[in-house]
């Protein structure tokens, strides 16, 4: 059995299955039996169960909320706000099952008629980390299962707690077996198996880039579709001309989401020069009265790393900006909690080749980078080997629009801290990955195309 801990205390909250090879195969293989006839089943029908699994988990939405606070470590308003962006993608993707039209194309031969099919693209694996439990497996799971295929995941063993609850309400709403399966175990050894089975024609994998590129390379040998989701090492410019108030709570809403445990979350703040200490001095204020704490409380509180690991990667990137001329302006260490909880930490003084410039942080750290002028911000924003989303605050549209076509990342987001909803396509390039999750363009991930020349129609 793989133990499961409360990140906030250290106790054993849970526990999962640690499946045996031969389990996850026999998982593996009901995932691949399932598809022929799921595949055909009517659109509306796969819709239909989708959307009640999205019912009967929006109705006990406080259930699943308290799981996530318990493996995960978040506050209670931050996991009910994952839940409600994760049932957007089942109730988005319910709908869009019936949507996924196909073409006539105006035909090239005489007597003839071009068609294109979009068939599923067959069993898919999906693979997911711990940072949103529920959220990342409904938006896997949804699209997947709209479009036809059958899907195995495999959650994170950090938070697997949500993931079975999860399942149990699948099977409640009449998702059979074999069309979502479950499994927990070594992610090394389930990895292999996803990655060398030729039925499984699909892989998408949310997590580092390191793991995702040995999954990719792993599922070249059978040129599986691969959708990966991974590092990220965000920018946060703010201009000059930038509303400050805005700016500034749009970086610390973003930022302490999730303690910084994100790969959205902003990691390294670009400040024009003419703004940049009132910014920090504004960010500074919110940041204060803001409380650490574990998470079952309304309140929005920053709650605990996720583990030691995590605790030490951040403590050793504060100490190393420090060491090279960083200034603390606030916290700057573990906190007096002890345990995996570390003070939200503002950072001035950065420069471009300290460690934690190159580093996706995922803890509570605000770390401010001066800059002069666009052209310079941008050839640094794009000094980056990720490309997942870039934040900038200005009132020109001219710029606005400049940025959006310069920087290099697949998500731009202009005068706002907020990226994801079930309607958008999110997805990085470079080292962040490729493929898209949510929107129109999220299920097309999943589906292959088919032309058919029908000649010979004059007979
Ligand atoms: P991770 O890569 O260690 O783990 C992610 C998942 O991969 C987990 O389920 C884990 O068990 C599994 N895994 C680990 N080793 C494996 C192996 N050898 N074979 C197969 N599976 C394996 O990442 P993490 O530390 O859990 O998550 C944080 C990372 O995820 C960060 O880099 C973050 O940026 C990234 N992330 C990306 C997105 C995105 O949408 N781009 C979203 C959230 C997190």
Redesign the pocket.
Known sequence: MIKVFNPADGSVVGVAPEMTSAEVQAAIDRTCQAFPAWSRTLAKTRGDLLRRWFELMRDDKRLFAEIIVKENGKCISEAMGEIDYGLGFIEWYAEEAKRVYGDTIPSHAANAQVLVFKEPAGPTAA??????PFM?IARKIATALAAGCTMII?????TPLTAYKMLEYARKAGIPEGVFEMVTGN??R???L?TGDPRIRKIS????????K??AAASGHDLKKMT?????NAPFIVFDDAGIEQAAAGLVAAKLRNSG????SPNRIYVQDGIHDRLVAAVAEKVAGIRVDQGLQEEFVVGPL?NQA?LDKVAGLVEDAREHGAQVVLGGKPHAKGGLFYEPTILTGLTDDMRIART?I?GPVFPFYRFKTEEEVVARANRSEYG?VAYAYTRDHARSFRLSRDIEAGMVILNSGSVGTASVP???VKH??YGR?GSHYGIEEYVEVKYVLMAGLDA
């Open positions: 693979i997911t980390p711990w940072n949103f990342m495999k959650p994170a063993e950090l992610p090394a389930i990895g292999e996803f994998f949310t997590g580092s880039t390191a793991v995702g040995m999954l990966l989701e991974l590092g990220g445990q994100v790969c959205i996720i995590g996706e995922f997942l999110f997805g990085g962040s990955g999750e």
